[in-house]
């Protein structure tokens, strides 16, 4: 089996620690060790445990308190992963064969359409339109899925756009899905960093095959620990925990010990009003700066997500841009050619609001030397 480079982590594993001024990140400021833990009591606990193996599949403790964000679920309802990645590699895997076909949502984290091509399968974009807010189109999906598709993989809330599918939407892919016997391979590592309101519903208990990813890396600010999961059928489950045995084979004891606190009901709730205070403290000064180039950025407004997607109206190359930038001004941002659609850019807001408004200062610099001024002299640093 040959694997394409995955261009987005290449991107940011060789530079995110280099550059300077990082706003390509996908995630809010992380937390602390000490701040996760909170009390003195806990955390000295938590240092006395032994470094042994955990039980691979995650523990009964852990599992409950995941399978509690989904109605209806249960304990043997989830397998514990190696962050989302690993979630969504083992779903992809135990699902497909050689010649099945993938309706797959673009743009998006492209680690699943890599690994489709990769297990011998065909890519059928189901692309996001921007003129819809970032929202499909029910004609195309019911145009594309065909008795070939095996699965349907979406992305809610979406990266990069930061949209949300609505109850109509979600039916589409349910009903579209169940015509053809589908899977679905929800990706909802973004659900609870939304903007205001309640947790964006979840694809689980919609119909028998449904597959929901996720993991602490993004509405928890905890990408650190690398705790994924899926929540599944019981007996996909258990298929999932035998591909699992090849992969990473298990959580670190820590790893599960910790992912249990961020999950307890009162931590997890205080962990998601910090997310969306960020969210909704940082988005604001990045809204400002790109309304203040309205003639050459198009942008909708994301729901959720501590990431803005960005259109370079005039076309062109962003990898380039992306490149330029980094080189002149030291600040990394992500191409959309990275994520499926080029003459976009990926930028992350949920980072330290200092640094953000550093680096558009920069790109107030780059881009004045590119000829493009700001339509507006709102300062985006007040």
């Known amino acids: 089996m040959r694997i394409q480079t995955f261009e987005l982590e290449r991107w940011q594993s060789i530079w995110e620690n280099r550059v300077e001024l990082n706003i390509s990140e ?104 921007e003129e819809l807010e970032w929202a499909i189109d029910e004609d195309d999906l019911k145009r594309i899925v065909t008795n070939k598709t095996r699965m349907i993989a979406v992305c809610n809330p979406n990266n990069p756009a930061g949209s949300l599918l609505d109850a109509s939407a979600r039916k589409a892919v349910v009903t579209a899905a169940a015509k053809v016997g589908a899977w679905i391979l929800a990706d909802e590592i973004y659900r609870g960093a939304e903007f205001e309101g309640g947790m964006t519903p979840s694809f689980w208990g919609s119909y028998e095959r449904v597959l929901c990813t996720a993991g602490l890396s993004k509405a928890y600010g905890l990408p650190g620990l690398r705790t994924g999961w899926v929540v599944g059928p019981t007996e996909m489950i258990e298929r999932l925990w035998s591909y699992h045995d090849y992969t990473s084979i298990a959580p670190t004891v820590l790893t599960d010990r910790l992912a249990s606190v961020a999950l307890e009901t009162a931590r997890r709730d205080w962990i998601l009003d910090r997310t969306r205070k960020i969210l909704n403290q940082n988005y604001p000064v990045l809204k400002q700066w790109l309304d203040s180039y309205g003639d050459f950025f198009s942008h909708v407004p994301p729901k959720a997500g501590a990431i803005a997607w960005v259109g370079l109206m005039t076309g062109g190359n962003s990898a380039r841009m992306a490149e330029d ?45 590119a000829g493009r001024p700001r339509a507006a002299r709102a300062d985006s640093r007040n």
């Open 325 to 369: 930038l980094r080189a002149r001004k030291n600040v990394l941002v992500v191409p959309g050619e990275q994520l499926g659609m080029d003459s976009h850019l990926r930028f992350g807001f949920g980072g330290d609001l200092d640094n953000l408004r550093r680096a558009l200062v920069r790109l107030d610099e780059f881009l004045a030397v």
């Open 26 to 129: 996908s995630g809010v400021l992380p937390l602390t060790t000490r701040e996760l833990v909170g009390d003195e009591d806990t955390l000295r606990e938590i240092l006395n445990v032994r470094q042994g193996y955990a039980q691979t599949n995650g523990s009964e403790e852990l599992r409950s308190r995941i399978a509690a964000l989904y109605a209806g679920a249960h304990a043997e309802n989830v397998i514990v992963t190696c962050g989302g990645s690993e979630a969504n590699f083992i779903s992809t895997w135990a699902v497909l064969e050689p010649g099945d076909e993938v309706v797959f949502m673009m743009p998006n984290y492209m680690q699943i359409a890599g690994l489709v091509q990769a297990f011998g399968a065909t890519v059928r974009p189901l692309r996001l339109r």
